[in-house]
């Protein structure tokens, strides 16, 4: 219960140098795709259940030119990677930390897919090192 | 003190029923998938009841309903309209403990706010959109000698309403009050996590709104709360929640060219000015609890004063002051009236407020007071309680600029009015603000230049009907609590009219 970023493992090989997966978000995945089809991630803001992963059938929502791509999510047993969303706005405040997509019980979120299975993706973060962020902010 | 009985006790004021279907038609239906799901309570973490789990069959019943319900409704008087309105709003009333104990039971609130805001509040709303529509008028403009323009209010017709679950029936009776008063019929799906108080709410005053126009599906987003927000059938969506739901909510309503309001939460600031302490008298005690309010609702409000500014000249000894009066909060089983702050409304909110204030440390906030979960003990220990938390920090770390939604406040120091403002107006956001300042002038042109809907100026966390509610920047769209939400809920119909017996001269 409340554990940091530290502690909530990323799978190795599973992200990119922003974002990443724990093992039990990847395992949610593989079932959540059977029932949904090809998946995909838009970080939220905001209210209530705001500043949560939400999670749609690829395609379900619109990503357009307000949006950052921070990287797609290789999920072993999944053909498709799982691309990682968020408001261009948004990450300007969030551009400092590295993203862990993880998993907890509860219950709903907006229209996230997960919701109806009594578990919710949460986000682990961590800062960059100032190496990591200077590498990160060279790239375009 | 007193405390109120467990619901499921013999001496509860409220029992719940063990499992609620969908309201459609005026009478209870079960799902079509014959699915259900459990419903705990955040105080204790166990389940209550069950709840009807939705799914797009379910909404297309209840569009029908409202279909078959909106042509008569929308064509009754507004006085009729009005006493429905208001007859709700005396029975909610003379049921206030009822319904007030159900709700901190599913969302884990104070019963002392149900009892004293939540609740009455939604009484005031029923009764002010009743006074409202009864007191709108349509415009007549003469357009030449022979030739008039009426404009007369027609209703939408069915409309969806997409309701939170941090004030389940405050904002569910936000959104129905305009909407019946306007002569909508209405299909409302609550939160998944809050689904029950509003069936306690509705036996109370199911029997004097005509079948079908309030209709309920409960359940899940995905499969409920989608169906409902993409449907042609609805003529407009109303949704409380957060930003990428209201992008996707108004991408559904672009393929069917209907409006959308959406209010989407904040981060607000509350600005404390230097003269706030030049005494110590009840003012600077007004303004202390001021700063405390980022835990009213467990800070489980979308206007949660979640960024408080302290000007340099007192920060020191005001801060100390108010983390001082953060630990006089009481915290305790959400049924005793002494308690000041409840449970979360969930685990996962639970998690995430935890998630952020470990963020916080790592950013290098100093946590002056809380910073971790609460065990209450015995049959709250399954329950989901945090400590109010005050950080110290500066406005770029992500504590300051995301919405935590927990009773966590961040707190950074100004020097000057223009220092305040550039802190203030550094957010995504823009849905409420406090000011605070015994000097008129500079109160007044503080809150003149946030870029917020609502700025509170030397008081906070008031929501009376009459002062208009909503954002700007990525808030949200539209003003509830005020008659001007009538507007979104209704047509304008222009009947252009020639008096003249004369040809108009084309042909």
Redesign the interface.
């Known amino acids: 219960?409340?554990q940091?970023?530290a502690e909530a493992a990323e799978v190795p090989g599973s992200g990119t140098e922003r974002v990443a997966l724990t093992q039990a978000a990847a395992d949610l995945l593989v079932r959540l795709t059977e029932v949904h089809g090809p998946l995909m991630f838009?970080?939220?803001?905001?209210?209530?259940?705001?500043?949560?992963p939400?999670c749609?059938p690829d395609g379900?929502?619109?990503i357009g030119g307000q949006d950052v791509h921070l990287g797609d999510l290789t999920v072993e047993g999944l053909e498709k990677p799982v691309g990682f969303y968020m408001?261009a706005?948004?990450y300007e405040?969030?551009k400092h930390?590295h993203l862990t997509v993880d998993v907890?019980?509860?219950?709903?979120?907006?229209?996230?897919?997960e919701?109806?299975e009594g578990v919710?993706f949460?986000?682990?973060?961590?800062?960059f090192s100032d190496e990591e962020y200077e590498r990160l902010r060279a790239e375009p | 003190m007193a405390k109120y009985a467990n619901p499921g006790q013999p001496d509860s004021v409220v029992s719940f029923k063990p499992r609620y279907d969908h309201f459609i038609g005026g009478e209870y239906v079960a799902p079509a998938k014959g699915q259900y799901f459990e419903n705990p309570t955040p105080i204790t973490g166990q389940t209550f009841t069950e709840v009807a789990r939705g799914t797009s069959e379910d909404v297309e019943k209840a569009l029908d309903a409202a279909h078959a319900a909106a042509p008569a409704w929308g064509k009754t008087s507004v006085t009729e309209r009005a006493n429905i309105l208001n007859k709700m709003a005396d029975r909610i009333e003379a049921n206030l403990e009822k319904i007030a104990v159900a709700e901190s039971w599913e969302n884990g609130k104070a019963v002392r706010e149900t009892l004293a805001a939540d609740i009455p509040l939604a009484i005031d709303h029923l009764r002010y959109f009743a006074g409202s529509v009864r007191a709108q008028e349509g415009s007549i403009s003469q357009i030449d000698e022979d030739t008039v323009a009426y404009h007369f209010h027609e209703p939408l017709g069915v409309v969806g309403q997409i309701i939170p679950w941090n004030f389940p029936i405050l904002m569910a009776i936000w959104k129905l009050a305009p909407a019946l008063a306007a002569g909508n019929a209405v299909v409302l799906k609550p939160a998944e996590q809050t689904p029950a108080s509003i069936h306690v709410l509705l036996e109370t005053v199911a029997d004097l709104l005509p079948p079908g126009v309030v209709n309920i599906v409960n359940g899940f987003g995905v499969e409920a709360g989608k169906p409902l927000a993409s449907s042609n059938r609805i003529r407009k969506i109303a949704f409380t929640g957060e930003t990428t739901t209201g992008r996707l909510i108004s991408q559904y309503a672009s393929e069917n060219l209907i409006p959308v309001t959406l209010e989407l939460g904040g981060k607000s600031p509350n600005i404390f000015f230097n003269d706030v302490a030049s005494a110590n008298d009840a003012f600077y005690d007004k303004a202390l609890e001021g700063f405390a309010m980022f835990a009213l609702n467990q800070g489980e409000v979308c206007t949660c004063p979640s960024r408080a500014l302290i000007q340099g000249g007192i920060y020191e000894e005001f801060l100390q002051q108010a983390v001082k009066r953060t630990e006089q909060i009481k915290q305790g089983h959400p049924l005793d009236t002494d308690t000041m702050i409840g449970a979360q409304a969930s685990n996962d909110q639970f998690e995430k407020i935890l998630s952020y204030i470990d963020i916080g440390r790592q950013e290098g906030a100093k946590v002056l007071t809380g910073g971790d979960r609460a065990d209450l003990g015995g049959e709250l220990s399954g329950g989901y309680y945090i400590n109010p938390t005050v950080l110290e920090g500066n406005n770029a770390m992500r504590v300051f600029q995301e919405e935590i939604f927990g009773p966590v406040v961040s707190v950074a120091r100004f020097e000057d009015y223009d220092d305040a403002l550039r802190i203030a107006n550094d957010t995504l956001y823009g849905l409420g603000a406090g000011v605070w300042s015994r000097d008129g002038s500079v109160a007044y042109r503080a809150g003149r230049d946030i870029q917020a809907g609502r700025v509170w100026v030397n008081n906070y966390h008031a929501y009376p009907a009459h002062a208009a509610f909503g954002g700007y920047k990525q808030s949200g769209i539209g003003r509830e609590n005020h008659k001007m939400m009538l507007d979104h809920y209704q047509q304008t119909k222009n009947l252009l009219v020639s008096y003249s017996q004369n040809a108009q001269g084309f042909f």
Not at chain 1, 104 to 113: E, W
Not at chain 1, 122 to 127: G, H
Request: charged share 20%; proline share 2%; net charge positive.
């Open positions: 219960m409340g940091s970023a838009h970080q939220s803001g905001g209210c209530c259940d705001g500043s949560a939400m749609y379900d929502f619109r408001s706005s948004q405040y969030w930390t907890v019980k509860g219950r709903g979120s907006g229209f996230s897919v919701a109806p919710r949460l986000i682990r973060s961590r800062l």
